[in-house]
Structure formats: C-alpha cells, structure tokens
C-alpha cells in the first residue's frame, strides 16, 4: 500500500476507534492494539512530515502555549436560560408557548441539564475549525487548541451534513464524577490546588494555557445543539432528528432524551430524572425543557437574556438538617488551624456525612453557629458539604459558643492572626503536627519520594521524638527504628536504604519538598528551570522571582520569606551535611551560553526601556547568568538606562556604577 494511503488507513481506523470508545463506551480493540495503530501512524509522520494534517489523530496536542486568548464573537449570542422551581412555574411557560404559537401544534424535547461550561465548536468541510468559551454570551475566548485535546470532540466528522458547509455545534464541557475525584487526588499529592468541585475544574482547565496539561484533564463534552447556516433551516428544523444526526457524525450526545407530546409528558421526566440524578456518573443540576421545531423557536423569539423556546428546571439542592456536636480545630503543615464541625452523621447525595469545614472564625460568626444547634446542609456538586445556616427556631438553651482556642490545640502555643489574614495560626514551628505534616510532604510521592514513610511511621517518630524536622530522617539509626511498632530490623533497612536513595533527587523535587508555602509541583518546576541549586534560590530577591513565569506575588513572597527564617536555614544546613544534593543534576543543567560581560553581574533597571518590557530585559539578563536587583549598591555592575531615569540614576553616578543605554545593551545580546 502506498504510505499515503496508509497514513489515512490509519487515520480512519484510529477515528472510529476513538469514536467507539468516548462516545459509543464500547471498545472492539484492545488498548495495546489501539497504541500499536497510533505509534505506527506516529513513526510514519515522522518519516513523513509533509503528510501531516491538522485533524490528524496525532496533533490533537500539538500547539503551544499561548499567553492570552483571542476573543471571538458569536455568530448566534450563546444565550443563557430561564430558571423553574415548580411545576406551577412550567406550567405557566407552556402557556406562553401555547399563546405565542397561536394554536400550532409543538412538542417538547427535555434533555438532562449538565453541569458543567458551555462551548462552540465551529466546522468547515466536515472538519473542526474553532472552539470558543460562551463568555458573556456575546463574545467568547478561543480556546481551539484546548478544545482539541478533548477525544470525544471529533476532528473529522463520521458522516456529512447533507447540503451543509459550515455549522456549529454547542454543547457542555465537562468531567465525570469518579474522573474529577481521581484529578483532584493527584492535585493534592502534587501540592497542585485542589478544586471544590467538577464545574469549577472544567472551567479552570479549559483556561489552561498549556494544551499539554489540557490533554491530561479528563474532560468529556456532550452537545446539545446544531446550528445551520440561513436557508438549510427547514431541512434541519426538528431539535430531536439534530440531535440524533449529531450522534450518528461522531458527537456525544446524552441519551438520557426524550421527546414528549406535552407539557405533562415534560413534568414526568422532570420528576424521574430529579429521583435518580445520582445514578448518572456525572454532575446534572436540572432539565433542559426546548420546543422541538426550530421553525418555532423564530416564532417564539427571546429576549435580551433568554430564549422563549426554553426553559430549565432546576433540581432543588441536596440539603438536609442535622446536629453540631462538635468542632475541632485542625493544625496544618504550615500552623493554619482550621474549624472543622463533627455532626450526627446524615446520609447526603450518597454519602454519609459527619464533619464539614467551617472555614475560619468569621464564618462561625457569620452563621451564628454555636454547639448544639440544628444546621443545614448542602451538597452541590462540591465534595465537601457546606454549612448552609441555622435553624434557629431549634436553638437549645443550653447551646454553647463557639470560640477560636487562645491556644494549640497540640502543642500548646499562643495562637496568632495575622491582619491580612481569615485563618489564625499556631507559629510554633517546632508544633509536634506541623512537623509531622512537613515530613509526610517531605517524603511524599512527588516531593522525595520515600516509599514506606507514612503517616503512621512518622507519628511515631515525631512522639517519640525521634525527628523533628524533615533533615533530621538522613540521620535515623537503624536499631531505634527497628524499635519501633510494626518496624523490626528487615524494614528499617528497607527503609534506611530508600532514605539513602532519596539524597539524589531532583532540584525540582526538593524545593517542592521543602514545603513552602503556595510552591505547589508546578511553581518548584517553575523555579528549578530558572535556578541551579538552592543557594541560587535563597539568594534571589523578590523581584528576580517576580519575572519568573508562573510564579506571581503571592509566590515569590513566600520564599523570600521562607528563606528568612532561621529554622529554615538550619534545616537546609543540616540537609547538606546529610549529603542531600542541593543542585541540579548534571543531566538537569540544560547547555547554555551565557554572555561574558553579563554572566554573574548584578544589574538594576531605571525608565522606559524602548524595545523591551521591564520582564523581557530581566528574563534576557538572568538566561544569560546575570542578577536584577531593585535597588542600586555597591554591589551593582550596572545600571540599565532607559528613559526618564528615576532617582536611582543618580544614586549610580553617586556610586560611581556603570551605566549602559539600551543600545548598547542590546549589542551586547547581539541584538542591536
Ligand atoms: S441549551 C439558549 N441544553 O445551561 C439555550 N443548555 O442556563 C442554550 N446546559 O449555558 C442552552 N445542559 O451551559 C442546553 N442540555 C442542555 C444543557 C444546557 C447544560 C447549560 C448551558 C447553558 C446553561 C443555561
């Protein structure tokens, strides 16, 4: 077979697979078989590169990031819908329909009402060409490369529509319960934010500027809704038949659907579906009730905010009273104490539910909320359930006050608010659980990686006094181990030996292991790409920090102050006399050239510099081995001139520091 042809054997092939797996959920390969038809289509475009197409399976993830989004407008404005409550509220809207239609006849469709962000996704000649957010209805961001990644998204579309070039589709991004509960725990170990619930990590994942992390989200998409140039309308004017079409060119669409004669058939379904909202794996939140006939929706009309061909029934939310038996005040890794309320356990969306967080002191005070009160609950599609409000026609004479503890609940000390800060801390450093929590993330999977030093192991150790600080493990004896409960000598030299091995991790691992704050995975990678070694790290200003990618100024902030404390430092010490490697790797450190007049001179910046942002000659300074400090010293090699110099201009004079002017600064980079 000639290649190209080939090539699109593949391609087909790997569609209708694709196609049968995220949209049909029924496989006729195996997973092994599925890889071995990408990897052959893989290793031929790269033998081939002049025969790759966009809407190859392969290119799914192929742009890079991009920094802002272009805004696309809306052919048709994505409108948003009416909410009912009761059936009385549907009814009334059947009746306008009925008065608006004059006496046709019209049907409903009802479709389930997923939770999760709307999108278009536009195609031209059967291929997919964009995909934009809704936005304000108007106008939306492009988001066509993320959109992309998304497998249930056809490229190419399985069969034509008849007589039709370009159409858009409409529908709702989202995840399944069981997928977004899986992301959220790697999120955690990744020290990576962990979303509230799958809604607000669909949205924040589209927003993603990074494909490559897209394609890893486990986002899935239902349509519902085709829209067809003027003038094909009649051939498309039944809403069911589109949809149905829709499933048959590659989409996935719900098949939770019914069509139904009239307005009762509608409150039928709408009763059924709030009943088994559960039994579906994903987030629904109502019914989506359209009349059929599109011909009928240009009848009906809408208004600024809505069409008058539909309406969305809400499901009441999932809330439930029970009793506040208790709140405890848990410790953090980094001294935050948080209330956390102990109710008589109640059975919720599925679950049991026996504590909720009340957040910090003003939420308490917020809700009034005292020990022994009747509450209610709520679960949204949230995992965790929210303390709704009182019931305060159920408050007990004998209910008491809640109050933040004036002291640690663990180790007893003074507890502290900062003032721009809700939570109260516990700034003990050496507080028996801030340990215990720092060394857990110390030695967790993506942080050092020391398999068997779990929570239980530490709890011992740090009770036992044994360690008090995640340095502290590198210098364990093997018979005080072996002492311990559930050790003995096998596993502590088991567990000697992967401490051992931990000494030669990354860079990028130990600064996320170091635990600073809001340095989760992602920001430690960031910082490991800029620094060297640790001392690179602690010696950076707040500044330098600042233009780093990724990292903004709640970041930068922290590690400055991380690197300020004295218990800190004494840690970092005592990890290199441990003989943990501090820097990178040889294999880490990427061959860079550096330019001999900047490599390790520190600069300032003063004015406007013309052909360069304040970022972009920082960046090029650093890449190129140099400093960017704030403020002008003894220790400044040069002062960068720009316009409209400030007071720092003369303090160099002063000083007697070089000063450079753009020009000449670029012709050093060679870029003048
Ligand atoms: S139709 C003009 N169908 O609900 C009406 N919307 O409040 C277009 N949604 O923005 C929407 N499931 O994000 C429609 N089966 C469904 C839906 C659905 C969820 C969302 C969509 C829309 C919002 C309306």
């Not at 696309?72 to 809207?93: A, C, G, Q, R």
Request: neutral net charge.
């Amino acid at each position: 077979m000639h290649v190209k042809d080939r090539i699109k054997k593949l391609r087909d092939d790997i569609n209708y697979h694709n196609y049968r797996y995220y949209v049909l959920d029924n496989t006729v390969i195996s997973d092994y078989e599925y890889d071995k038809l990408m990897q052959e289509l893989i290793n031929l475009e790269k033998e081939h590169p002049e025969l790759i197409t966009p809407d190859s399976p392969t290119q799914r993830i192929g742009e890079e990031p991009t920094k802002v989004f272009p805004t696309i407008t809306h052919s048709v404005p994505m409108l948003s819908l009416s909410n009912t409550y009761t059936k009385e509220e549907v009814i009334d809207f059947d009746r306008r329909v009925k008065n608006l239609l004059g006496g046709e006849k019209y049907q409903y469709v009802v479709e389930l009402k997923i939770d999760g962000v709307a999108v278009c996704l536009i195609y031209r000649n059967g291929r997919y060409g964009q995909g934009a957010t809704r936005g304000d209805g108007f106008t939306g961001d492009d988001i066509t490369q993320n959109l992309k990644t998304i497998k249930s998204i056809p490229l190419n579309i399985l069969k034509p529509l008849e007589g039709v070039d370009e159409f858009e589709v409409r529908g709702e991004v989202f995840m399944k319960r069981n997928e977004f509960i899986k992301l959220n725990k790697m999120q955690a170990e990744k020290g990576e934010k962990v979303f509230a619930n799958s809604r607000n990590a669909t949205a924040g994942s589209l927003k993603l500027q990074d494909p490559k992390i897209v394609a890893e989200r486990p986002l899935t998409i239902f349509v519902y809704y085709l829209l067809v140039e003027k003038g094909k309308k009649d051939k498309y004017d039944s809403h069911y038949h589109n949809l149905k079409l829709l499933y048959e060119m590659g989409f996935l669409v719900n098949q939770n659907l019914r069509l139904c004669k009239n307005i009762y058939e509608v409150l039928d379904y709408c009763k059924e579906w709030e009943e088994k909202r559960e039994e579906v794996g994903y987030e629904i939140d109502g019914v989506v009730i359209k009349v059929n006939s599109l011909g009928q929706w240009g009848i009906l009309g809408s208004t600024a905010k809505s069409p008058r061909w539909s309406i969305a029934f809400k499901f009441k939310a999932k809330k439930i009273e029970t009793v506040i038996k208790d709140v405890f005040w848990q410790v953090g890794r980094t001294g935050s104490i948080t209330p956390v309320a102990v109710m008589e356990p109640v059975s919720l969306a599925g679950t049991v539910v026996k504590r909720a967080t009340l957040h910090n002191v003003d939420e308490i005070k917020r809700l009034n909320i005292m020990l022994g009160d009747t509450v209610v609950i709520e679960k949204g599609g949230d995992i965790i359930p929210k303390v709704i409000e009182v019931d305060f026609s159920k408050r007990k004479p004998d209910a008491k006050p809640i109050s933040a503890p004036e002291r640690c609940s663990v180790c007893g000390s003074e507890v502290v608010r900062f003032e721009d800060e809700a939570a109260i801390r516990c700034i003990n450093f050496s507080c028996p659980e801030q340990v215990a929590k720092r060394i857990e993330h110390f030695a967790s999977r993506n942080a050092m990686d020391i398999g068997g030093l779990g929570e239980a192991l530490v709890e011992q150790l740090t009770e036992n006094r044994i360690v008090s600080n995640p340095a502290d493990i590198y210098f364990l004896e093997k018979e005080k181990l072996a002492a311990l409960e559930r050790m003995g000598n096998k596993s502590a030299e088991n567990l000697l030996s992967k401490i051992e091995q931990s000494k030669s991790r990354s860079l990028e691992r130990l600064i996320f292991a170091l635990g600073i704050r809001y340095i989760g995975a992602g920001a430690a990678k960031d910082l490991a790409k800029r620094f060297s070694s640790i001392n690179e790290l602690r010696n950076a200003e707040f500044e330098e920090l600042l233009t780093i990618e990724g990292i903004g100024e709640k970041m930068a902030k922290s590690v400055v102050e991380f690197f300020r404390r004295d218990e800190n430092l004494n840690v970092l010490e005592k990890l290199r006399k441990a003989g943990v490697l501090m820097e990178k790797k040889k294999e880490e450190v990427t061959e860079r050239k550096t330019i001999e007049e900047i490599d390790g001179k520190t600069f300032v910046l003063t004015g406007t510099i013309e052909r360069l942002t304040r970022e972009e000659a920082s960046k090029l300074i650093m890449e190129n081995g140099g400093k960017v400090s704030s403020s002008v010293s003894k220790n400044t090699d040069y002062l960068l001139l720009g316009e409209n110099p400030g007071s720092k201009y003369d303090k160099a004079v002063k000083l007697g520091v070089k000063i450079i002017k753009e020009d000449d600064f670029l012709s050093i980079l060679g870029m003048g």
